[in-house]
């Protein structure tokens, strides 16, 4: 069965600093990857996604994540944090031959920002 | 252009009663779906539909009751509700094969939430 690991469960940084959110997925084949992000009181918004292709994809809100199939990862990265990126953030898995746009979602990362 | 539009934001239930949570959305999507998000636990998929008339358990499917009776409306039901069922509900919906269709498209789109609290 397919699986999400998001091992931190919660990560501070200084503002101004570089941000990387680990992500570990199970899964047989290829899988369609993305990364999620929730603002208190709101609901999920996309920042970026892999389907295939170039292994690194950029986002909306200056992110990046880098697909690493031998290491079955799925990082997500900033170089320079700004505090309203404080929110929660997760990482998702889809199977590639489902119709059903079934998603799996990890445990998310809440990130805060250090002033 | 509303997108997914969830009705109430916020409710407090005693346990035993029942309530319906309605989801709209107004992008002619054919799937729809209901989450629940726990602390710690992320979202899990409750109840999902592929159209009009469709409805199939997802992961956490008990106590909880489904409907899909016009494409642009999903509900979810609560016929007894307990305290394990305080949580943030989120619906979603999406297109099917929505990346064979456009790449570009969001895997789906999601509501603001429900947050449901059952004394």
């Known amino acids: 069965a397919q699986s999400v690991t998001q091992p931190d469960i919660h990560i501070t940084v200084s503002e101004g600093a570089s941000l990387e959110l680990r992500c570990n997925y199970s899964y047989g084949a290829t899988p369609y990857l993305f990364w999620y992000v929730q603002s208190p009181g709101q609901g999920l918004q996309l920042l970026l996604k892999y389907f295939s292709g170039d292994t690194l994809v950029q986002g909306i809100k200056g992110f990046e994540a880098e697909f690493k199939r031998s290491q079955s990862s799925f990082n997500l990265r900033k170089p320079s944090v700004h505090w309203s990126d404080a929110a929660e953030y997760f990482c998702?898995?889809?199977?590639?031959?489902?119709?059903?746009?079934?998603?799996?979602f990890g445990s998310g990362t809440r990130l805060s920002i250090r002033p | 252009n509303a997108g997914v539009t969830q009705t109430p934001k916020f409710r407090v239930l005693k346990t035993g009663q029942s309530m319906t949570l309605l989801c709209a959305q107004d992008?002619?999507?054919?799937?729809m779906y209901w989450y629940r998000q726990d602390p710690g636990m992320g979202l899990r998929l409750i109840h999902y539909?592929?159209?009009?008339?469709?409805?199939a358990k997802g992961e956490v499917p008990d106590g909880y009751n489904v409907s899909r009776l016009k494409k642009q409306n999903f509900l979810l039901g609560l016929e007894s509700a307990a305290p394990s069922q305080t949580s943030v509900y989120f619906c979603?919906?999406?297109?099917?094969?929505?990346?064979?269709?456009?790449?570009?498209?969001?895997?789906?789109?999601f509501g603001d939430g429900t947050r449901l609290s059952i004394l």
């Open positions: 979603a919906s999406s297109y099917g094969y929505w990346w064979q269709a456009n790449p570009s498209n969001q895997p789906q789109h």
């Open positions: 998702a898995v889809a199977p590639g031959y489902s119709s059903a746009s079934k998603i799996i």
């Open positions: 539909s592929v159209g009009e008339g469709t409805t």
């Open positions: 992008m002619n999507h054919e799937y």
